[in-house]
């Protein structure tokens, strides 16, 4: 198991696997992921399992507490100046789901964060998953206004 930053060699990969975590309203694109690695490649981890991308998490740094709809789409609204580590999505494959792979990327995120001076993480996720956040220590603020993919959200922050 390897941890490291991604790279563009990386972008097929890491659509596909996006492809595989979520649905098609909800999944980002190609080009979506391709802007994400031109601005801020040294916020996009992924885990690789014998040269294999099977998880990844990625996320612009915002001065805002909460994410809005239009930095999933919009890369140029990273601010490597800001206090908050996005985190868009904790993406692992389906057969490598549930043996401790998206929590090691998830560590490694939250290690970075806090060595470059941010304030915290912060997140969208959906009532399912509350559980799992609040195990590394995040908290939730309820409903987001966030309406990506028709789904209903709620705000979730770990403060360092």
């Not at 596909?16 to 802007?35: D, G, H, I, L, T």
């Not at 100046?81 to 043996?99: D, H, S």
């Amino acid at each position: 198991m390897n941890i490291r930053l991604a790279t563009m060699e990386d972008l097929e990969q890491v659509t596909a696997v996006e492809a595989a975590c979520f649905p098609p309203a909800e999944a980002a694109p190609k080009s979506e992921f391709e802007n994400r690695l031109k601005v801020y490649p040294n916020h996009f981890w992924v885990l690789e399992k014998e040269g294999k991308i099977i998880g990844f998490i990625n996320g612009m740094v915002t001065d805002e507490r909460t994410i809005r709809d239009e930095m999933f789409e919009n890369a140029l609204l990273h601010n490597e100046e800001g206090a908050w580590q996005t985190i868009f999505g904790v993406n692992t494959l389906p057969e490598y789901r549930r043996q401790g792979y998206a929590a090691k990327v998830m560590e490694r995120v939250i290690a970075d964060a806090k060595v470059q001076g941010r304030k915290g993480c912060i997140l969208t996720c959906k009532d399912k998953l509350l559980h799992y956040y609040e195990k590394f220590g995040y908290q939730s603020l309820g409903i987001s206004e966030s309406v990506h993919g028709g789904a209903v959200w709620y705000d979730m922050y770990l403060e360092f």
